[in-house]
């Protein structure tokens, strides 16, 4: 079988333009989601072609039969009956094996890209569509659009049997096939007509199975707010919310294809009555056999089976929709990245200009910094002030609007990305635990790092004491180690540790310590990664004080800089810090703090 290609990659500026031609996006997403089946698809078409074949020899080997029987033909044909219900038995056993596979490789195809390009997006692109719905494009809807090529496929098979079936009652007598001809139009305008209106019921309907998924989604990980709340009734009415929508879509859909099938299923067994009705005037002529005559009413079934496409056209409008969902997380712009290389440069930042605004609202404002490489820098300001959003924006988590954040003098967004990753890790205040086992959470990053480089961060972040206790140690299995929030903090502390390229960027990771905890990593930070850049986003006077300069954020804006000896004497400085921490400590003095016995 043909081995898999690229999965669909992000449109181009010139891609989507070029998506105005005659052939529309969706399709061709779908064709290439088709062309994924390679050698299955194949075998699937070849076997699909067989047994239209077969089926059209069919009534005629067993109009043939018929005659033999009752001896107006040789036996021989019994034989040949016989011999194409065992090769249909085959084809259809084979055809159904290769029409799974198929639809399982484009399926896979189209799910790989998704969800590249889901992992690929910047936070701002991502926070546009909720988990949920992603999941429903990544399930749901790929499969879809997955299963479109064997239905298409049948579907031709289906109308070279029909054109097949009309020729053969032509051979029969060319009055049985222009009679069935009479009345194809017809259905053909109902069918397209159909068509039209199944399209936007069935978008529409993805659309709010996907706004079901989101809020099931964001009811499940906020379940333990919901259950403290008492306000589970309440959710299940939003998560449900969308519910009569979905129900009269699905009413709409079957009403849809209600009609079609009572119009189809009128006109079709008119036109086989027409067509036998020529038959039998063909036959008391003595013009046709009694074995054509069979056959012909073989033919004109299988025509009009065949010719019945609501299924297939359900199908097809069903996995354009689900296509065109696809296809709005594919053409959604991805983080980019550039291909400058990084000098060796110790680790210096330098904001120029930067600014940020989410939802209409300035959050950073004209940022002009300059973070010293080697030095230890504590971000500290009011809830809201914009330390989070400039951890991200230093570790381009975050791409400003406006502005350029430069490490080592190249901006951050022409590096690519393993280089980025390599130079700069960051620690999050709920960082999410990806991995098997403790370790692997610990080692989860570009770069593999060594047994040895996941103990010693795992020890400067306060956490190899308590994972060695665990029966497995660092191969304890994540789902057999229950975590209390300041554990799992410290955990993924440690994989940024483990990670730290010339600059570390830490934000809120002490926010679930104890106080001496905390002054333990600080100390990791002061001595350990001494020559390192950190950025440390702190809530306690005793980490400012440890740092070799504050940064102190007022609503996007610098309201001041220095050291924290010197920014004390401003009361509203000091008024940032609760009155029960060491506020009145110097950097020499919070160095003598006692540290917290890692064993
Ligand atoms: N994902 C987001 N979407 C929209 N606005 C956001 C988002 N994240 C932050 N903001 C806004 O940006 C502003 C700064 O947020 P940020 O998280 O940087 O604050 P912070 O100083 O880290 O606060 P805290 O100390 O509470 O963590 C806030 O007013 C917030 O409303
Ligand atoms: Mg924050």
Redesign the pocket.
Known sequence: MTPPSEPPQPASESERAARSGSWRSEDRLLARAARQGGGWLLLMSLTTLVLAGIQLVLPAVLGRALDAVVGHAPRTWLVWAAALLAMLALGAALNEVADGAAVAKSTAWLRVGVLRQILGLG??QS?RLSAGELASRLSANADDAGKVAPDVVQFCAGLLTAVGALVALALIDLRLCLTFLAGIPLLLWALHSFAGRASGIAQRYLDVQGSIAGRLVDALSGARTIAAAGTVDQEVRRVLAPLPELHELGVGTWREQTRIMAQEALLLPLLQIAVLAVAGVQLTHGRITVGEMFAAAQYVALASGVISGVSVVSQVTRARGAARRALDVLDTAMVRYGSEELPPGPGQIDFHDVS?A??G?T?IDGLDLCIPAGSLVALV????????????LAARLLDPDHGDVLLDGVALSVLPKPELRRAIAYGF?RPALIGETLGDVIAFGEDQPSHETVVRAAMAAQADFFIRRLPGGYDTKLADAPMSGGEAQRVGLARAFAHAGRVVVL??VAASLDVATEQSVTRALTEEFADRTRLI?A?RASTAARADSVIW?ER?RVRGMGTHHDLWRNPEYRSLFGPDQHQTLGRSEVEALPIRSGA
């Open positions: 936070t701002r926070q940020v989410t939802g609202r959050v300001g009011p809830s809201g002030s914009g330390k989070s959003t400039l951890a991200a205040e934000d809120d986003v809530h954020l996007g």
